[in-house]
T-cell receptor, first 113, second 111 residues
Framework: ELKVEQNPLFLSMQEGKNYTIYCNYS?????LYWYRQDPGKSLESLFV?????AVKQEGRLMASLDTKARLSTLHITAAVHDLSATYFC?????????????FGKGTHLIIQP | EAQVTQNPRYLITVTGKKLTVTCSQN?????MSWYRQDPGLGLRQIYY???????DKGDVPEGYKVSRKEKRNFPLILESPSPNQTSLYFC??????????FGSGTQLSVL
């Protein structure tokens, strides 16, 4: 059974600081996804990482994938309040059917002025 | 505008009263799925469909039914809702590759 673990599950940080969210998964996969959810809202796709060593960046967020370590990171640079949200990673196992994503429990990020 | 539309947005019902949550997408996506979101548990897949008339169980299918008679629609049916099905439900669709487009969610309370 595929397990996806994120940590931390809760993070409170100050504006301007850097931090990293980690996503570990338990079985072979080369497809990993990051989603963002604002309070009371739906999920929005942030990044799609499809190969070992993949790195994607958008604004202050950068995601990377190490398939050998079964680890993805979401790095936040010089955080701003607008990045406060819950961030989910999700994985499709190798050979997995279609788009059956297994999600982590999410990292609730609060960025304080 | 490309979107996944769920209805209703909020629903309060009583134990045992059948209900349907509708989901429709206008992107001609083949893949559609239902998730439930519970505090501390993240999102868990209930059912998914890879095309018309093709559906399969996800991780937590007990107590739910789905149908896919048309490509655009994928309703979630609770034949006899129970309080443990109180949750936030999301429908999602995809053209492949794992990038899901989510509906706005349905908050269901079963009393």
């Amino acid at each position: 059974e595929l397990k996806v673990e994120q940590n931390p599950l809760f993070l409170s940080m100050q504006e301007g600081k850097n931090y990293t969210i980690y996503c570990n998964y338990s079985t072979t996969s080369d497809r990993l996804y990051w989603y963002r959810q604002d309070p009371g809202k739906s999920l929005e796709s942030l990044f799609v990482l499809l190969s070992n060593g993949a790195v994607k960046q958008e604004g202050r967020l950068m995601a990377s994938l190490d398939t050998k370590a079964r680890l993805s990171t979401l790095h936040i640079t010089a955080a701003v309040h607008d990045l406060s949200a819950t961030y989910f990673c999700a994985v499709i196992p190798a050979g997995g059917g279609a788009d059956g994503l297994t999600f982590g429990k999410g990292t609730h990020l609060i960025i304080q002025p | 505008e490309a979107q996944v539309t769920q209805n209703p947005r909020y629903l309060i019902t009583v134990t045992g009263k059948k209900l349907t949550v509708t989901c429709s997408q206008n992107m001609n996506h083949e893949y559609m799925s239902w998730y439930r979101q519970d505090p501390g548990l993240g999102l868990r897949q209930i059912y998914y469909s890879m095309n018309v008339e093709v559906t399969d169980k996800g991780d937590v299918p007990e107590g739910y039914k789905v149908s896919r008679k048309e490509k655009r629609n994928f309703p979630l049916i609770l034949e006899s809702p129970s309080p443990n099905q109180t949750s936030l439900y999301f429908c999602a669709s995809s053209s492949g590759g794992g990038k899901l487009f989510f509906g706005s969610g349905t908050q269901l309370s079963v009393l």
